[in-house]
């Protein structure tokens, strides 16, 4: 039995592989035949999809099918979902005619500080979901899991739920966008790929630089930090948006990393290469627009055009409740490659992060006026996914964005920072100034303000004065009508809550 079994396993990490059409033809020979759904209250997904399973629903894990139980448990994995002609405009109910349940990762663990798998970089947070109640201190080096996630690109990985097998894992898996081809191997971030005999698979003008693969290899017992992966068997081509046939405008739900975005000038940003386009009336949730960055995780909600694979948003949700700071940093505050402290907080350091001053890489020479943008994660803990210069120290041009987390009027505290408001300015969500009665009568423990244009005492880190707004309401719902002529809403996301089974073994 694997080790880290013995203690109470580890849950999977998982990403996007393409729906196929629903077949109840076995895969190989030597396959037992297709179980199909057992039935039972459903799955939901992303907190507020909630869906429904039926005799005809096909459960797949990595493209084999499996069991409803397996499906229902799978709280943490990246799922791809086609559901089916009762989907809802919203695409947060409904019949599911298949879901895949993907483990993006399945290999040993070469390093704990930074957490690597294989050679990735993988980030871990009080949201990963830990299946059998294992826990971090459980793992050790050289242990096997199972991760599912998302990859981002540069092919680290946020990990949403650890698995560990009863049994030595009979396959290992990587997946991650190709870097450094040549004739022989490439890289998935810091893994060199060896590709000796193999022919990717599904590769249209043949395996590429940027190309998003699935990598299949033999276990290897001699496999360590810095090892070549040399067992390759397989390699496939895997576009990690949302696919299917084109001639329709259909309701969809994506979630995954920001790879690119293009605001300011085309209002656009990308997901896995599939682009995604906001307007004026997008609603944000968790964030703002300028949260829209490089790295940032997101649901987007909308319609998909599936001859352009296109989506127009309807609403873009920050995953994460993000946050944006802004204050004078000195050098001692900096522990390069690991974290940055504004106004007190630790702000840790992330895969994910996009650090082009090198702040957080090399550190800093003189106090510096710096801004970081990051998120929280359940349990208040705060990383960083971008870290920037922001000119001359000024103690009296600060900002502090993101969720109240404690109310004392005149005081109120933004993830556990300070304000003094006795001297603010006050706006509301419509952007119209109210008096500073207004202000406390209509925010809560959880509602989220910009402080901008404030003061910062640098001894006791308590911000004052400036301009505090009221962040857009959260408790939005679109309500639109479906697109005539669809049959489907596709998704991509992650299984949040594990439904009651009605029936363990049939469907009556």
């Not at 399945?106 to 500080?113: A, Y």
């Not at 309701?251 to 307007?279: C, H, K, R, Y």
């Not at 300070?418 to 952007?431: G, Y």
């Amino acid at each position: 039995m694997n080790p880290i079994k013995r203690m109470m396993c580890l849950a999977v990490l998982l990403t996007a592989s393409t729906l196929q059409a629903a077949d109840t033809t076995p895969i190989n020979p030597n396959q037992a035949p297709i179980i199909q759904g057992q039935g039972g209250t459903g799955i939901t997904i992303n907190d507020i999809r909630n869906f429904q399973i039926d005799q005809n629903t096909i459960i797949r894990e990595d493209g084999v099918v499996v069991s409803a139980a397996r499906g229902q448990g799978g709280t943490g994995f990246k799922v791809r979902y086609r559901i089916g002609d009762d989907v809802n405009p919203s695409i947060t109910n409904g019949t599911i005619d298949e879901i895949d349940l993907i483990n993006t990762h399945k290999g040993p663990v070469t390093s704990l500080d930074p957490f690597r798998i294989f050679n990735v970089d993988a980030q871990i947070t009080a949201n990963t979901f830990f299946d059998d109640n294992l826990t971090f201190a459980d793992i050790n080096i050289g242990d096997e899991l199972k991760l599912s996630g998302f990859v981002d690109a540069n092919s680290s990985l946020l990990v949403s739920r650890v698995e560990a097998d009863d049994d030595p894992l009979t396959e290992w898996k990587l997946s991650g966008y190709v870097s450094g081809l040549t004739a022989t191997e490439f890289n998935i971030q810091n893994q060199v790929v060896v590709i000796g005999g193999v022919v990717p698979n599904d590769c249209d003008t043949g395996l590429t630089n940027g190309e998003f693969v699935e990598i299949e290899a033999t276990p290897d017992a001699m496999f360590m930090a810095g090892s070549p992966l040399t067992t390759v068997t397989k390699i496939e081509c895997k576009p990690e948006g949302i696919v299917t046939l084109p001639g329709d405008v259909i309701p969809v739900a994506l979630e995954g990393l920001v790879d690119f975005e293009d605001i300011e000038m085309n209002n656009l940003f990308t997901i896995a290469g599939q682009q995604i386009n906001v307007s004026g009336t997008t609603v944000y949730i968790n964030g703002e627009v300028d949260d829209i960055v490089v790295g940032a995780k997101v649901e987007v909600e909308g319609l998909m055009n599936t001859t352009t694979s296109i989506i127009d948003a309807l609403k873009v949700k920050f995953k994460e409740v993000r946050f944006k700071f802004e204050e004078p940093v000195l050098p001692a505050d900096v522990s390069p490659g690991q974290s940055i402290q504004l106004y007190g907080r630790t702000i840790l350091s992330t895969p994910q992060l996009r650090d082009e001053d090198g702040i957080m890489g090399s550190g800093l020479g003189v106090e510096t006026q710096v801004e970081v943008r990051g998120y929280a994660d359940s349990d208040g803990n705060l990383y960083a996914t971008r870290v920037r210069e922001r000119g001359n120290p000024d103690a009296t041009d600060v900002s502090a964005d993101g969720q109240i987390t404690a109310i004392n009027d005149p005081l109120i505290e933004v993830f556990g920072i300070t304000v003094d408001t006795s001297t603010s300015v006050f706006f509301d969500i419509n952007n119209m100034p109210i008096t500073a009665t207004d202000f406390f009568n209509q925010i809560a423990v959880g509602t989220e303000v910009e402080v901008e244009n404030a003061v910062v005492n640098e001894m006791t880190n308590v911000i004052s004065g400036g301009i505090i707004r009221i962040d857009e309401d959260d408790d939005f719902t679109f309500i639109g009508t479906t697109e005539a002529g669809t049959t489907e809403g596709l998704g991509v996301g992650t299984i949040t809550g594990a439904a009651d089974l009605i029936f363990a073994d049939s469907f009556d």
